[in-house]
């Protein structure tokens, strides 16, 4: 669940989440088929919107533009008008289908138009904002596709979906600091950062001692716990959703193993998942750990 991880895209040699948009379950083949083809054209839908927030070099303004004409297009299919591009009306077939809650696709489309113009976030409350659109819908997407859209199971899925996009950003401190040209991305807490003595250059020249260390595992540590608030709804949800629910879930305390493990050196030792990994994954996944 954006949580949700890309298996399909995803060979044991790469990190949990490595390409364009990450955590989705591409069509896996742990789906029910009649699921595989609503899946597509979701994820089509969000890879295509986030390269245009995050691919290439448009400018600042070409970005925006294109995102909303995609979110022009969902505007059109929330006012039960067809849309314009043939991407957009088999999303609106999707929709209609399984029952789908345009507003998700919309906080989607909002939280890249974020991703174009915010580089820093002051608050650890700013970043669960942003996963709020960038990382939950995805969750709440799936769980109405499997027809287990309840509260108890949103309030899980929130909790999945957003601690996998820490994870993702604590994995990434290094390559996200050459988003933006000079500029960087950090989605590291500028308070926390502050309180702590760790400055934005420090991250460029990849301190490494006691105090980042510290720093660095408290990140870490607040996202495993997230995960682990959520972790009941891969044994809640039944049969091969449960299952794949179960392999992310495990998939992210892998990658959180391995965080911890790096000692703050995330420059020269982010997290990579092998053939051992993915046996141990799937160990805990079949029997429900």
């Given at each position: 669940m954006q949580a949700f991880s890309k298996p399909a895209e995803t060979s044991p040699s790469l990190t949990l989440a490595h390409t364009h948009y990450e955590n989705f379950p591409v069509a896996s083949l742990?789906?029910?088929s009649h699921l595989r083809h609503a899946v597509t054209v979701i994820y089509q839908f969000a890879r295509e919107a986030d390269d245009i927030a995050d691919e290439g070099d448009a400018t600042e303004a070409a970005r925006l533009h294109a995102l909303q004409a995609y979110e022009d297009e969902l505007l059109l299919m929330q006012a039960y008008i067809q849309p314009s591009k043939p991407l957009f009306i088999a999303l609106q077939h999707v929709v209609k289908?399984?029952?789908l809650d345009v507003q998700l696709l919309l906080d989607l489309i909002n939280a890249f138009k974020q991703d174009v113009v915010k580089t820093r976030y002051a608050t650890f409350d700013e970043v669960l904002d942003y996963c709020r659109r960038s990382a939950n819908p995805v969750g709440r997407l799936m769980l109405q596709l499997y027809g287990s859209d309840t509260p108890q199971h949103r309030v899980w899925s929130d909790?999945?979906?957003?601690a996998l996009q820490?994870?993702?950003f604590y994995q990434d401190i290094a390559p996200d600091l050459q988003k933006h040209g000079a500029v960087g991305r950090i989605y590291l807490c500028q308070d926390e950062m502050q309180a702590a003595g760790i400055s934005e250059q420090d991250l460029h020249q990849q301190r490494l001692d006691a105090t980042w260390e510290i720093f660095f595992l408290h990140n870490v540590m607040r996202a495993e716990d997230l995960l682990l608030a959520g972790k009941p709804l891969g044994r809640a949800l039944p049969g091969r959703i449960g299952f794949e629910l179960r392999m992310m879930i495990a998939g992210g305390e892998r990658i959180l193993h391995k965080l911890k493990s790096c000692r703050g050196d995330i420059y020269h030792h982010r997290p990579i998942?092998?053939?051992y990994d993915w046996l141990l994954i799937l160990l805990k996944a079949l029997f429900k750990q």
């Open positions: 742990l789906l029910p289908t399984h029952k909790q999945i979906c957003s820490l994870i993702n998942l092998k053939a």
